[in-house]
């Protein structure tokens, strides 16, 4: 007897650069780097700091992203289920990070994956996303393209 095969949906193509929405986070179009080199995502944020809750349970409280982004809406946000991790940034230091998880969309489609929080404020771009995503998401990245996912999410209608 035959053995069904389960198949997988095609991979997708991404851009260098893609606007990401956060849904969780009500944040929309935001721009991220294609980053194949970086295993985990990162997202920029700022006032990272770890409060005791009564029960004395660990609370992370950071502000995602800054007021130079114009996605910034300045609520601080709250995670109790978070860890901290060695982290190879680009430049081959490793720094201790805190590692939340999130939903980011993609072609219209939610994934919950790992995001390392750091001050990226001297990057280009305030979120990159990484092999880890690439992969679960069934994405390739082609160099030459850009915004493939947003424009997919956000086609006008024809003629536009």
Wanted: charged share 30%; proline share 6%.
């Amino acid at each position: 007897m035959k053995k069904a095969h389960h198949r997988r949906p095609p991979k997708r193509i991404v851009g260098r650069r893609e606007l990401v929405d956060f849904p969780q986070f009500q944040l929309r179009g935001v721009e991220a780097k294609v980053d194949t080199g970086a295993f985990t995502g990162a997202i920029h944020c700022t006032g990272i700091h770890v409060d005791t809750l009564p029960d004395g349970r660990p609370l992370l409280r950071v502000l995602l992203l800054d007021d130079a982004h114009p996605a910034f809406n300045g609520t601080p946000l709250q995670f109790a289920e978070f860890s901290l991790r060695d982290i190879r940034s680009s430049n081959g230091e490793v720094q201790e990070r805190y590692v939340i998880r999130a939903v980011i969309r993609l072609f219209g489609e939610d994934y919950d994956t790992e995001f390392s929080l750091s001050d990226r404020s001297d990057m280009k771009y305030p979120v990159l996303i990484g092999r880890s995503l690439l992969r679960r998401a069934r994405l390739v990245v082609d160099v030459a393209r850009r915004n493939l996912s947003y424009k997919s999410q956000h086609r006008a209608h024809p003629g536009d």
